[in-house]
């Protein structure tokens, strides 16, 4: 069984209610002298119905996770979720985005862990990296960083948990590093 | 009973591993019972150095994240940007991005199939299919100049034309490798020791895959019928109508274990050797850039914003980067990076609980894990404080073959 991108999102939409915040379909055209239409669901929804939404998704199909990922944008966090939804059907896989934001004062976010096995790697990594609490998540230990990575940092964090004092040269332009002069 | 549990953590440094990682097993006897992985001893941070450099530089970056596959993240990376930023490649240049990208995907996989030998014991395969490789190791060095980071791929196109002399070695090119593989089916797929040592080693099942979010050749030996160049095709695979290899439909039936792994990356070389073909009997004509001025093309990205997710099927698996350019800068807001071993690691856990210490190498190499891609031997010590260092273990993994080899009556 497989459905298009609108079906998806009225799926989505019909469940969610008022937790959709925003919506939209992104159509590209790929290939070279063939083209092929490809179609990706990306949605913007209320934090508190961030499970209710994988839920739904687990529900069409059981889905290939493409990544975890968070950007600091101030106030909140965005946190950005991917699945991957009818893999294995030639020319048929749709990407279902889903974008919340977490205020920085509440980073929790209730783990994916007891549905898909291998998206403990990914929780890990964005625990030690951006801070956000996986309710839920077993393991804790730090998975990238060393063990003894100093507590309270988090390399993505544009604020003052970020690690801008901690770095000497990489993230400067020689220009930078030589005072302004070439 | 005895106190019988030992504790044996295997890396960050061994020779059953190109790269660094800690793989740490408790065993009872021979049986593994609690295994841990710790990565991250090669990460870089080059996420977060690709989000203070301009987009050309990121993507030069980018070829640097795996020490193999060096086109692999250029090519999600071209890809992703292409659909953020609203610029689509010439068909000439989608085509050689494809050619190059299989191409590696020879090599790769032959690299692979080079190391599985070594872990099982017969180093003399070993010397032989790596002699095999040099021949696409050259053609990539006369196409690109370099045998390594090709530098081949721009946002909106490709750095360099493909000419005459290079068609022509690349069909000299493809008759040497239908031979070869051939060769290679013979020595691997029909020789009954490494059938018996591969055979039930790591075996993965299809639901396990599913749940463990494997990707590539490792998904599809279970049996997952999945590939980025056929679900979500792009460039010229789009033409091609490419479908995932699994094991189902070579031999009919699926057991998902490292004989499996190595009969789906074989025949994914034919299939390679095929798509090069079709590749450059079909080249269109035409230029090779949409915006050929590096000025023109940065100024561009400066002035646009948008979001895009770029996917490329790898020789491992599938490599998927995020990108959001905010309209202030010529590079990458927000660039994640997910590499086939970041998800094909989690299958050692549960490949490990149960299996001997002898096939821990087997069952490590067997996903062809890169943890350049992945983060971006120490003295082993068990609790009676008796040393087993690398090479004991090396020993073992090649005293096991040898047992075989005896117990199927195999002479030298």
Not at chain 1, 63 to 85: K, M
Not at chain 2, 283 to 291: F, N, Q
Not at chain 2, 301 to 313: N, S
Not at chain 2, 388 to 401: G, P
């Amino acid at each position: 069984m497989t459905l298009k991108a609108e079906e998806i999102l009225n799926i989505l939409k019909n469940s969610l209610g008022d937790a959709l915040i925003e919506q939209e379909i992104k159509t590209y055209s790929l290939g070279a002298l063939r083209k092929r239409e490809c179609s990706e669901v990306w949605i913007k929804i209320d934090r508190g119905a961030f499970r209710k939404a994988v839920e739904e998704i687990f529900k069409l199909d059981y889905p290939h996770l493409h990544f975890i990922t968070g950007e600091d944008v101030g106030e909140n966090l965005e946190v950005i979720y991917s699945f991957g939804l009818f893999h294995g059907q030639p020319g048929k896989e749709i990407s279902v985005v889903i974008k919340l934001a977490l205020p920085k004062s509440e980073l929790v976010l209730p783990t994916i862990t007891d549905l898909m096995m291998g998206a403990e790697t990914n929780e890990r990594e964005i625990r030690e990296m951006l801070g956000v609490e996986f309710e839920g998540l077993k393991k804790k230990r730090h998975l990238f960083l060393p063990d003894d990575w100093p507590e309270g940092k988090y390399p993505w964090r544009r604020d003052e948990f970020g690690v801008d004092d901690m770095i000497k040269h990489t993230h400067k332009s020689v220009k930078e590093i030589r005072g302004g002069k070439e | 009973m005895t106190k019988s549990q030992y504790y044996i953590p295997i890396g960050p440094i061994h020779p059953a591993l190109k790269e660094p990682i800690r793989v740490e097993a408790k065993v009872e006897g021979e049986k593994i019972v609690e295994v841990d992985v710790k990565r991250g001893f090669a990460h870089r941070g080059i996420e977060y150095m690709g989000m203070k450099r301009n987009a050309i530089q990121a993507l030069y970056l980018s070829e640097r994240i795996c020490g193999i596959c060096s086109i692999s993240h250029p090519y999600a990376f071209v890809v992703g940007s292409e659909k953020a930023l609203g610029i689509e490649a010439p068909p000439r240049a989608q085509y050689i991005r494809t050619i190059i990208a299989e191409l590696e995907r020879i090599h790769s996989h032959i690299l692979w199939l080079g190391v599985v030998a070594h872990e099982v014991g017969f180093d003399s395969l070993l010397f032989w299919t790596w002699k095999g490789r040099e021949k696409v190791l050259d053609v990539l060095e006369l196409i690109s100049g370099n045998r390594i980071n090709y530098s081949m791929y721009m946002i909106g196109g490709v750095r360099r034309d493909l000419k005459e002399s290079h068609i022509k070695a690349l069909k000299e090119m493809i008759d040497y490798y239908r031979i070869f593989n051939q060769e290679m089916k013979n020595l691997f797929l029909a020789d009954p020791v490494y059938k018996a040592r591969t055979r039930g080693v790591a075996q993965l099942s299809k639901e396990m895959a599913l749940k463990v979010n494997a990707v590539g050749p490792t998904a599809r030996a279970a049996g997952l019928r999945m590939d980025i160049r056929q679900d979500i095709p792009y460039d010229a695979y789009a033409d091609i109508e490419v479908r995932g290899i699994v094991p189902q439909d070579i031999v009919g039936e699926v057991y998902g274990d490292a004989y499996d792994a190595t009969l789906v990356r074989i025949y994914e070389i034919d299939q390679s050797v095929d798509i090069i073909e079709y590749c450059i009997d079909n080249l269109p004509e035409g230029k090779i850039m949409a915006i050929p001025n590096y000025v023109v093309l940065l100024s561009k990205i400066k002035r646009t914003k948008g979001e895009g997710i770029g996917a490329h099927e790898a020789p491992r698996g599938e490599v998927i980067h995020y990108f959001k350019y905010d309209g202030t800068r010529d590079g990458p807001a927000v660039w994640k990076v997910v590499a086939p071993s970041y998800n094909n690691i989690n299958s050692w856990a549960p490949l490990l609980l149960g299996a001997e210490v002898a096939d821990i190498p087997v069952v490590v190499a067997y996903i062809d894990p890169c943890m350049c891609c992945n983060d971006r031997i120490a003295v082993v010590r068990d609790s009676s404080g008796k040393i087993v260092d690398s090479t004991t273990l090396h020993r073992m993994a090649v005293e096991k073959t040898m047992r075989i080899k005896k117990e199927l009556g195999v002479k030298e």
